[in-house]
């Protein structure tokens, strides 16, 4: 059977971002080349195992095996939906387990430094720079959220933004005066450079919108002025972000609705710091520690 079923089944009824959607593709098509001359209908667990073992081989990360092992598991639930298989190859089949690193967030003072307004130029440019660190970090927003912002999303009257999440699902997101001053600073220099930003919040010198790499690599290019830690993207901010508000008190459930989870699950990850540094504080301040 053609995955262009599978394609239609991803966009338009689980509404997948188009970028989740190839993703998968990808993975689906990887597996079948595999197994070739064997049709993808035909597969049976044998042949999932033995990808596996392949990928593992190749020295695949375990979280890439766990993700293309995924989307097998969504394809064929897909086949025995559309009844094209009476059992799925992939049943009983685990995931990998693997020791998850843990992603140090970044300090206060490395975030100050990043946004204390010294590294951008007063131009357009700098300025459209500063703000997407600035949104990054307030909003805990991801990067595809960050690049379909549009200048209706902002309401600054109601100090919110709306963002488009995963699946086309709409959230609200707090902010606070001193981003919404920062989107004003930006919106005047646009003016004032006459670039159109008709079609997007964020764009480019052309006026284009922007794309995943550039805004990975505007982020990575700034970081690295004010950091040493090996991580700098877009996700460490939202990283550093959840970590920040979880510290201060915030609720887990509320950190989960910012940040558009669909579980606690995820949400929960960035407790991890929060319980490493109590572990630190506990072995330096506790009595039979100090002997």
Known sequence: MSISKFIDYLSLELQYSPHTV??????????GAFIAPIDLVDANKKDVKAY???????????????????????????????????????????????????????????????LNGELFADDFEGQRDKLILEMLYHTGMRRSELISLQVSSISFDKKEIKVIGKGNKDRLIPVNDKLLYEVKVYLE???????????SLFVTNNG??????????????????????????????????????????????????ILGHSSLASTQEYTHNDIQQLKK????????ESK
């Open 52 to 114: 596996l073992a392949h990928l593992v081989e190749q020295k695949l990360q375990e979280r890439s095996i766990n993700r293309k092992l995924s989307s097998l598991r969504t394809y064929y639930k897909f086949l025995l939906i559309v009844e094209q298989i009476s059992h799925m190859p992939t049943e009983g089949i685990k995931s990998l387990k693997f020791n998850s690193k843990v992603q140090i967030p970044y300090s206060s003072s490395e975030i100050d430094n990043l």
């Open 22 to 31: 190839l993703a998968y593709q990808k993975d689906v098509q990887d597996f």
């Open 208 to 257: 284009k919108r922007l794309y995943p790499e550039l805004v990975y690599s505007i982020t990575k290019s700034y970081l690295s002025l004010v950091t040493q830690k090996n991580k700098k993207s877009p996700h460490m901010m939202r990283h550093s972000f959840a970590t920040q508000l979880l510290h201060n008190g915030a609720e887990l459930n509320a950190v989960k609705e």
């Open 281 to 288: 504080v506990f072995n330096q301040a506790h009595p039979r």
């Open 189 to 199: 220099k646009a003016e004032e450079e006459m670039v159109d930003l008709s079609e």
